[in-house]
C-alpha cells in the first residue's frame, strides 16, 4: 500500500508549522509587555505602543507592524520581570541625553559668555558635556553671578574648564577683607623707641 499512496506524498514545508498563540497587549511606559503576570521588556522606543506576542512553550516573540522587536524564554514563574540588557541600556542612554539637554539649555541661559566658554573647551579638545554638569552643579553654591563672573576671567585668562572655574571660585571666596586704621595706644611714650647705633666697624674686618 504504501507503494501505491508514496507517489502522491508532497515534500514536507521547508518551515515548520508555527504552533504559537497569538495575543495583542500593549507596552506600559516602563516599556514592558505583561503576560501571566510576568513582565517583559521591549525596546523603550516601543513604550506605549500596541504590539502582538507569539506565545510559545519556551519562550515570547514580540512584534510590532508584523517586525519581531524582542524575544524572550518564557517564564512560569508569576510577578517576575525580565529586562533584555540593551532594552534597558537604550532607555538609560536616552534619559541622559535628555537629562544634559537640559544642563545645556540651563548653562547657556547664562548669557554669551557660556556660548563663548563652551567653544574654548571644544577648541581644546575637552569633554565638555562633563564640564558643563561639573559647573552647573557649582550654581547652586555659588550662584548665577559668581558663575558668570568665573566664566568671564577663565575665559579672559585661557583657562578653560571646569576646575579652572572651582578654582576661581573658592579663591575669591577665599578674599581677606581689607585691614581696619591702627588704633595707637593712648601711651604716646609707647612709641618712644630707644635703638642703640649700629657698630660698622664689623664690617671693617673683612
Known amino acids: 500500500m504504501f507503494n501505491e499512496e508514496k507517489i502522491a506524498l508532497q515534500p514536507l514545508p521547508l518551515f515548520p508549522y508555527d504552533c504559537g498563540v497569538i495575543s495583542s497587549a500593549r507596552a506600559n511606559s516602563q516599556y514592558r509587555v505583561v503576560f501571566e503576570s510576568n513582565k517583559y521588556s521591549v525596546p523603550p522606543e516601543f513604550a506605549g505602543r500596541h ?7 519556551d519562550k515570547i516573540l514580540i512584534r510590532c507592524e508584523s517586525k519581531l522587536i524582542a524575544e524572550h524564554a518564557r517564564s512560569y ?11 534597558d541600556k537604550a532607555l538609560i542612554e536616552q534619559r541622559r541625553k535628555a537629562k544634559h539637554g537640559i544642563i545645556m539649555k540651563q548653562f547657556m541661559a547664562l548669557g554669551t559668555i557660556a556660548e563663548t566658554y563652551y567653544q574654548g573647551m571644544q577648541a581644546r579638545r575637552l569633554n565638555p558635556e562633563t564640564h558643563v554638569r561639573k559647573i552647573m552643579a557649582l550654581l547652586s553654591i555659588y550662584g548665577s553671578d559668581d558663575i558668570i563672573r568665573a566664566l568671564e576671567d577663565g ?10 572655574i572651582a578654582n576661581i571660585l573658592e579663591m575669591r571666596r577665599r578674599v581677606m577683607p581689607q585691614p ?19 657698630d660698622m666697624n664689623a664690617y671693617d674686618i673683612y
Open 51 to 57: 504590539v502582538e506576542l507569539g506565545i510559545y512553550p
Open 77 to 87: 514563574e508569576h510577578n517576575r520581570d525580565y529586562g533584555l540588557p540593551d532594552h
Open 155 to 164: 575665559a579672559e585668562a585661557g583657562a578653560f574648564g571646569s576646575d579652572y
Open 180 to 198: 581696619g586704621p591702627l588704633h595707637l595706644s593712648r601711651k604716646s611714650d609707647y612709641l618712644d623707641l630707644d635703638l642703640e647705633a649700629p
